[in-house]
């Protein structure tokens, strides 16, 4: 399962950065395929009103959202309690076999946690994803508050449907490639639990003592890399969130609300698509939270990369063919390189 489940994410990722990465190489043979994977890719400004064919209302981004914070907070909670449950005193190594025996000696359903690795590394790496998903916990609440609250979408602003497949694929697979290492495992323990819970009913399930301590102790002492990247995500956070704000302020008159203006402000002043930017480094800062060394949260990376540097070139074009008092000193997405 385990193997099958890292293998299929890893295949999925691949799969969506390979279209890409072939569409953006510089050859005449590619140019209709980069047309084509652009206008898979193309929503609001950058659609042009004729292909309206296989679309949907770009406000179904708040879709994303509603099932990115339903599912990452599913695996965030069930993997915090797996965590929780079953190697409480991760920096005590230790403790660690005395406190899983209790466990596995106390419920027959817990005997399967017997067979675990006691390693270091796995209970750390459990502990790690637990600090992963509460970071995109914190990205995928506040994308859905903007998408009711802070932009005003077009009525008329569409997104092609692959478009819209692709983005509820990646709101599903981008919290799970971020616990994949033990999502199998915490999957199982779902399932025992569950099952424990139909067999002996409420009142004969053992009872669980809870120690705000040793819930949260573990995430805080998990290492500098983690805070690291936990700075990194927050800036980059930070940064999005108000890109994001200015954006949503441009049509704030009623009048204004098919209009296009030019942003500034903020990343703005570099960059035609800050929000972009401050998305890949908020993945960046994910990226080296996660210590740097799971294939499948770099392929997650690469993923977003290639997406945001598609989307924001032609973004980009967009802004110098539509207005001739563009800042000519701002690029596309990368400051001082694109
Ligand atoms: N992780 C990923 O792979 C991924 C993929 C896609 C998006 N995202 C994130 O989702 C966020 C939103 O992306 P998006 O593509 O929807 O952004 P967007 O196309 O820039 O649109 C955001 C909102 O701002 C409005 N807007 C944009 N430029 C404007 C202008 N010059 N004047 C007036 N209004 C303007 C848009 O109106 P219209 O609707 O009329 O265009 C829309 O309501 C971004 O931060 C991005 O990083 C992430």
Redesign the pocket.
């Known amino acids: 399962m385990e193997l099958d489940l890292v293998g299929l994410l890893r295949a999925a990722w691949v799969a969506g950065i390979l279209p890409i990465l072939i569409a953006s190489l510089p050859f005449s043979w590619t140019a209709s395929f980069h047309g084509l994977v652009l206008g898979f890719a193309k ?4 659609m042009q009103a004729s292909s309206k064919k296989f679309t949907l209302p ?1 406000k179904f ?1 708040g879709h994303f959202y509603v099932v990115a914070v339903v599912w990452t907070t599913f695996l965030l909670v069930t993997t915090w309690l797996y965590a929780y449950r079953t190697v409480p005193m991760v920096l005590k190594p230790f403790h660690y076999t005395t406190i899983a025996n209790q466990l596995a000696g106390g419920s027959h359903i817990f005997s399967w946690l017997k067979s675990h690795s006691t390693s270091v590394e796995y209970k750390y790496s459990i502990w790690r994803s637990v600090f992963l998903l509460l970071l995109m916990e914190v990205q995928v609440l506040r ?1 859905l508050y903007e998408t009711i609250y802070v ?4 009525c008329s ?1 569409q997104m092609h449907i692959v478009g819209y497949l692709t ?1 509820l694929f ?1 709101y599903t697979a ?1 919290p799970l490639s971020l616990c994949c290492n033990c999502a199998p495992d915490v999957y199982k323990f779902v399932l025992n639990g569950v099952a424990e819970f139909i067999v002996k009913g409420k009142s004969h399930m053992p009872s669980m003592e809870f120690d705000w301590w040793e819930f949260t102790i573990p995430l805080v002492k998990l290492g500098w890399l983690q805070w690291i990247g936990a700075a990194i995500f927050f800036w980059g956070w930070i940064h ?1 969130q108000r ?2 704000a200015i ?2 302020s ?2 704030e008159r009623r009048d204004q609300v098919d ?5 500034h402000g903020d990343w703005f002043r570099i960059v035609s ?1 800050p ?2 930017l ?2 890949i480094v908020l ?1 960046s800062g994910l990226l080296v939270a996660s210590g740097g060394t799971d294939l499948t949260i770099w392929l997650l990376f690469i ?2 990369v290639a ?2 540097v598609l ?1 924001a070139a032609e ?1 980009h074009r967009w ?1 110098l063919r539509k207005f001739e008092n563009y800042p000519r000193n701002r690029l596309a997405i990368i400051p001082f390189v694109y």
């Open positions: 929503r609001g400004k950058i770009q981004f994308r932009f005003n979408y077009r602003a983005g990646f981008a999005q890109c994001h954006l949503g441009l049509r209009e296009y203006i030019i942003p698509s929000h972009y401050a998305e993945y993923f977003v997406n945001l989307a973004t802004y």
